[in-house]
């Protein structure tokens, strides 16, 4: 079982940037990926960006690409996501993921492992 724990969200004007972090704990041996997705009001949950956990290889939706960037420190257990230049669209609870699959998830169904979210408000 593996627990995931994010920080980092929270309110920024368009433009600005914010940093968030997820903190794993248990069972990550078998973890092929971690990363985000994330979920709009009325929206379905989607794919952001993910990294390998043992290559540091990194895959990031077309939305975000150029603007964010997803890091990895496997002696504390933890992924970043750096992200910059906002805007009101990326507004969303943002949710940490494992997969124990995949290494480059894009679905959902892909994803063994989720966090409670961290809601990102991006104001115009």
């Known amino acids: 079982q593996v627990q995931l724990v994010e920080s980092g969200g929270g309110l920024v004007q368009a433009g600005g940037s914010l940093r968030l972090s997820c903190v794993a704990s248990?069972?990550?041996?078998?973890?092929?990926?971690m990363g985000w997705f994330r979920q709009a009001p009325g929206k379905e949950r989607e794919f952001v960006a993910t990294?390998?956990?043992?290559?540091?290889?990194?895959s990031y939706a077309d939305s975000v690409k150029g603007r964010f960037t997803i890091s990895r420190d496997n002696a504390k257990n933890t992924v970043y996501l750096q992200m910059s230049t906002l805007k009101p669209e990326d507004t969303a609870v943002y949710f940490c993921?494992?997969?124990?699959?995949?290494?480059?998830?894009?679905?959902?169904?892909?994803?063994?492992?989720w966090g409670q979210g961290t809601q990102v408000t991006v104001s115009s």
């Open positions: 993921v494992v997969s124990g699959s995949y290494f480059y998830p894009r679905r959902s169904s892909e994803i063994t492992y």
């Open positions: 248990g069972r990550l041996l078998n973890a092929y990926s």
């Open positions: 990294i390998t956990w043992t290559g540091g290889s990194t």
